[in-house]
């Protein structure tokens, strides 16, 4: 049996084309997850605020209002990001010199906003899958991280 190797070589191209077009078509939902609430945006808002107080190391550290700082450029409806973080999972990672190059994505954010129809979501990055591209003790704790993430999200889009 002979091996073409210019259909080998051809086959193995076009796989690799589709699996990277299916990578960059499906990242997007992976990396980023929306959750619809059935609340009001005050309410989730203080629901965060009240749920991350009880869990452990994780503290609201700032909440940055967009319809307010954007207010010259555009009528936004409520939206936000709410920076979150657990200072033990931090200080985990930054131990290491190495590691400290994800401080450009820390604290970790949680968007909370309203759309044009009155329905407020939660919007939440999957940190788990983001710290398995880095590995190592990133990985390790980036993956404690979004368990605890999804665990309060699941808890306040459970409430109705």
């Not at 049996?1 to 939902?29: D, E």
């Not at 009880?54 to 555009?74: L, P, S």
């Not at 936000?80 to 290491?96: K, P, Q």
Request: net charge positive; proline share 1%.
């Amino acid at each position: 049996m002979t091996i073409n190797w210019l259909s080998l070589v051809i086959g193995v191209v076009i796989g690799l084309l589709i699996m990277g077009a299916l990578v960059w078509l499906m990242m997007p939902s992976m990396m980023l997850v929306r959750h619809k609430t059935g609340q009001g945006y005050g309410d989730v808002l203080a629901k965060l605020n009240e749920i991350l107080s009880k869990k452990g190391d994780w503290k609201v550290v700032h909440t940055n209002d967009y319809q307010q700082t954007t207010a010259n450029f555009a009528a936004l409806e409520k939206v936000c990001s709410v920076n979150v973080c657990n200072l033990r999972y931090a200080a985990r990672i930054l131990d290491e010199d190495g590691n400290r190059g994800v401080t450009a994505f820390m604290p970790l954010s949680l968007g909370v906003y309203e759309d044009k129809h009155g329905k407020v979501y939660i919007s939440q990055l999957n940190v788990g899958l983001l710290g398995m591209m880095f590995g190592g003790t990133i990985a390790k704790v980036m993956k404690m991280a979004g368990k605890d993430i999804n665990e309060v999200v699941g808890s306040i889009i459970a409430l109705k």
